[in-house]
């Protein structure tokens, strides 16, 4: 996209893996957690990536970023994560500008998601915008599209019911125990990790079951009491994991662990044991399905939860589409005032050395020479002319190129465009 004046690469490429071709496990190898990220993003500069963002969530892993070619965004992914390229070619889309734009938006919007409205990426492309703008990777042209998929978002959400509903990974996790226990009130559950997932499934539990044998263990304890406070839920130690376990009937797993965390070994109990694994990657080791009184679950299956919300959603696309074509298209309109930028920049210094000249003959032939009104007059006389060549430019009926040309030539101009 070098025309446009917005990077020294040539193309902007959105590359990654989702749940629709990638299952958790592949997933999983692909994950990257906030350590990696930042090597990820360490890596990128001493690479000479300019800019760039990195999003990794339950259901998809993806790069946004300039480059000379897509394998260069590739090879980070691959360097940073346990996963290969030859894994990442089976299961990948690779998306080029304004694909990559549109990408994006419907990324952003829910519509891509594994349950269909399911905002929760919108944060992520936040946090992912303000990590790469502390370590110098966020340049204007990505912070702009990450803030109009942000607006997009935003009028979904109020202008539609793309996300009407209680319907997400973790109300879906509720919604299953619901359909398969019984007496749910009184079952004994112990939510195992308490990260943004863990939170709203415990948000749901509470909610929705009346249930009052919650238990709630977090590697890290306070993070575990601050949530516990406020449903007045128990707290134990990680410590008592074990324990725990063999007194639960229902287990929510939703740590953000690169390896299992649980496995058979550490199920001690013979009674019925409901697993839910809300994790990516999978942080239930599947030979806990070797027990004969353990079931397991994972979110892949979750999420293919429909019900008549889901349904209903469904026929609000096209109205989320139109809204995202509306935003989009104004990005778009700033994008291609980002191709005559430099010239607009090159006709003005001309007009300033004009000025200067004539000021400096009027300086030497007037003996009252009004300094201050004459800059004035003239500062003011060449803003008026780029502003009305800049609103010929973004309104003219034949080529921008065409008329780019001509202004060049016209004015004898000599570019120093500034890629920004």
């Given amino acids: 996209m070098q025309q446009y004046n917005i990077s020294k690469s040539n193309n902007f490429y959105a590359i990654g893996l989702s749940y629709k071709k990638a299952d958790a496990d592949i997933r999983g190898r692909f994950s990257l957690d906030e350590d990696s990220k930042k090597a990820l993003l360490t890596q990128a500069i001493t690479e000479n990536i300019e800019s760039l963002i990195v999003t990794s969530t339950c259901n998809r892993t993806e790069i946004y970023g300039f480059a000379q070619h897509p394998y260069q965004l590739i090879k980070l992914l691959c360097d940073n994560t346990n996963g290969t390229v030859e894994e990442f070619q089976e299961v990948a889309y690779i998306y080029k500008n304004k694909d990559a734009i549109t990408h994006m938006f419907r990324v952003g919007s829910g519509l891509d998601s594994q349950i269909l409205g399911d905002f929760e990426i919108i944060s992520q492309l936040k946090n992912s915008a303000k990590l790469s703008r502390k370590n110098g990777l966020l340049n204007p042209f990505i912070e702009r599209l990450v803030n109009s998929v942000i607006q997009a ?25 619901f359909n398969t226990v019984e007496d749910i009130k009184n079952k004994n559950i112990l939510l195992f990790g308490t990260g943004k997932i863990g939170r709203n499934t415990c948000e749901n539990l509470v909610k929705h079951t009346k249930n009052e044998h919650i238990t709630l263990i977090n590697r890290t304890k306070d993070k575990a009491e601050q949530i516990a406070g406020k449903f007045n839920l128990i707290v134990k130690d990680y410590a008592n994991l074990q324990e725990e376990i063999s007194k639960s009937d229902i287990l929510i797993v939703a740590t953000g662990a690169h390896r299992p965390t649980i496995d058979k070994h550490i199920i001690q109990t013979k009674k019925p044991l409901l697993i839910l694994d809300l994790s990516i990657p999978k942080n239930v080791d599947e030979n806990v399905e070797n027990l004969p009184n353990v079931k397991l679950v994972h979110l892949d299956h979750l999420s293919q939860i429909t019900d008549g919300t889901l349904e209903k959603r469904k026929t609000h696309i096209p109205f989320a589409e139109a809204i995202i074509k509306e935003v989009n298209t104004e990005f778009n309109d700033w994008l291609e005032t980002r191709k005559f930028a430099p010239t607009i920049k090159a006709l003005k210094h001309k007009l300033l050395d004009f000025a200067a000249s004539e000021l400096d003959t009027q300086r030497k032939k007037l003996s009252d020479f009004n300094e201050v009104q004459a ?7 060449i803003q008026k002319i780029t502003n009305h060549f800049a609103y010929h430019l973004k309104n003219d009926n034949m080529s921008t190129d065409d008329s780019l040309e001509f202004i060049k030539k016209v004015f004898q101009l000599e570019e120093t465009p500034t890629n920004v």
Avoid at 375 to 381: A, F, H, Q, V
């Fill in 153 to 177: 978002s935003k009028r979904i959400k109020t202008e539609t019911e793309l996300s009407s509903g209680a319907t997400s990974v973790s109300f879906a996790s509720v919604q299953y125990i």
């Fill in 375 to 381: 800059e004035l007059i003239s500062n003011n006389l």
